[in-house]
């Protein structure tokens, strides 16, 4: 099972006492409130009554996911007030687990559309079950922020909004077709086929693009207001290297079978279907916490393994191991790990025993090798971690690039990794100086390599932010045209 639908259900499962606790209190409710209307001599209806129930049983079950069980951080965490910015990253990103985050948001207010004008027949009308969808979101992202319980999230306000109204509706329309209502029913069926077609436009928007998407790609803009920009690296009006290139990436399948090959060769045996592997989105987590640890993912095929076999005291050692080039591959052979000759090796500190090899987007023939493999040894010249990220693929399309010069108005238009922007609105720079600019390629969301500008920055707060260093940032590089 997905790692991410497993945490699902563990939440549902904490809910289940408060949402009974939740229906307790609406047996005691019912019971007094069947009275009221003996002794009035009025009837109150068995359906309503049943929607009562439901409606308290899953609004304590509400209480717990979006309070109860959520973590504190003993601290507010801020607001998130860029709309849709939920959606964006689930495009960008394109994984299961970043997608559900809006889509559950979504539904776990439709029981509250379907059941409060079922319990209340005032919240039959539209503008009240609006009103109460903003009102209990409201009210829940306020605690959260309040109680250091989660982050406030203008996202989260409008999808449990949309999830309220998207149940209001399916409930109306059985309503009104029950009732032989047909032209009111289209009216209520409106809103979710409209929600189900945008879904979908999505999804298949996505599956007919050429190439994926980048996770960290730009979305919105940092305030460059006011900053001074400063060139300090030649730039070109001449287009990039032209070409987006492909390693199959990992399935499922492929990949257990990777790490069964990798792990035989160190003499360990995976047990699947146990706690020692962990399947997620795009990564697969390989462990029996005392062996071994190969954590794979799928996009680009990059893995981190490290060997427990080790003593702990040299693993943790500040002091390494030292070895040569010819050893450490003959080491890395060993582990079915072929470096390839454009790959240099680099001692990148000899005194902790860290060595890496390096291929500085290297294209001979169509073929392109970037990334690094990096190493950790411990006394005695023993092999205990690997960091491959290391990768060798194929050209398979033309693809136009936008020249350096382009990537640079882009970058000054504060249209750079959108993970960089708060950061950047934040510290609000007076003066950025461009010190480098590199033509690199990153994995997108379907496994290809596309060119990205990657700049090297410095500004006025470097001192107090980043202890005196620069930063970097990316601008894609693909051509929108």
């Known amino acids: 099972m997905h790692d991410f639908i497993r945490t699902i259900f563990y939440l ?14 609406g047996t005691v409710f019912l019971v007094l409130l069947n009275r009221k209307h003996r002794q009035e001599g009025t009837k109150f209806s068995k359906g309503q009554a049943l929607a009562v129930l439901l409606l308290l049983c899953y609004l304590g079950g509400l209480v717990a996911i979006t309070l109860m069980n959520r973590r504190g951080y003993g601290m507010r965490i801020g607001v998130q007030l860029y709309p849709f910015l939920a959606f964006r990253e689930a495009w960008n990103a394109f994984t299961l687990q970043i997608w559900l985050n809006p889509l559950l948001n979504i539904a776990m207010f439709v029981p509250l559309g379907v059941l409060l004008p079922l319990a209340v027949k005032f919240f039959q009308r539209w503008y009240w079950i609006l009103a109460a ?16 319980r989660g ?3 203008v996202d989260d306000l409008f999808c449990n909004t949309l999830g309220s109204m ?18 009111t029913a289209g009216t209520y069926a409106v809103l979710p086929a409209l929600s189900i077609i945008a879904l979908a436009g999505v999804f298949l928007a996505y599956r007919l693009q050429p190439y994926g998407n980048l996770a960290d790609a730009p979305f919105y803009a940092a305030n460059t207001k006011g900053v001074e920009w400063v060139q300090e690296c030649p730039l070109s009006h001449e287009p990039g290297p032209s070409g987006v290139y492909w390693t199959a990436p990992f399935t499922r399948e492929s990949c257990d079978a990777f790490a069964v090959d990798f792990l035989g060769r160190q003499g360990a045996d995976i047990n699947f279907g146990s706690p020692d592997v962990n399947y997620y989105d795009n990564s697969t987590f390989y462990s029996d916490h005392r062996t071994y640890s190969l954590i794979v993912n799928h996009n680009d095929c990059s893995y981190a393994y490290t060997d427990y076999r080790i003593d702990s005291d040299l693993r943790y050692s500040s002091k390494g191991g030292t070895i040569t080039e010819d050893e450490l591959r003959a080491a890395l052979e060993t582990l079915g790990i072929d470096m390839p000759d454009t790959a240099r090796f680099v001692a990148v500190d000899v005194e902790k025993g860290e060595y890496a090899f390096r291929a500085e987007c290297v294209v001979d023939d169509g073929v392109l090798t970037a990334g690094e493999l990096t190493c950790r040894v411990a006394e005695g010249g023993i092999l205990y971690e690997v960091n491959n990220t290391l990768s060798v693929s194929t050209l398979c399309g033309d693809a136009a690039v936008i020249s ?5 108005e882009r970058l000054c238009a504060g249209q750079f990794s959108w993970q960089d922007v708060p950061m950047f609105n934040f510290s609000k720079p007076s003066q950025v100086r461009v010190t480098a600019c590199d033509l690199k390629y990153m994995t997108d969301s379907k496994g290809f390599r596309q060119p990205v500008y990657v700049f090297a920055l410095s500004d006025d707060q470097d001192a107090e932010l980043r202890g005196g260093n620069g930063w970097t940032t990316f601008v894609p590089a693909l051509s929108k045209s």
């Open 133 to 148: 969808g903003a009102g209990t979101s409201l009210i829940i992202e306020t605690l959260q922020y309040a109680l250091g």
């Open 404 to 408: 350096s010069q382009e990537a640079y």
């Open 12 to 25: 549902f499962r904490r809910s289940i006492p408060p949402a009974l606790i939740g229906l307790a209190i």
């Open 151 to 153: 982050q406030a999230d």
């Open 166 to 183: 998207f149940g209001y509706c399916l409930c109306m329309l059985f309503i009104s077709l029950a009732r032989k209502q047909w032209k």
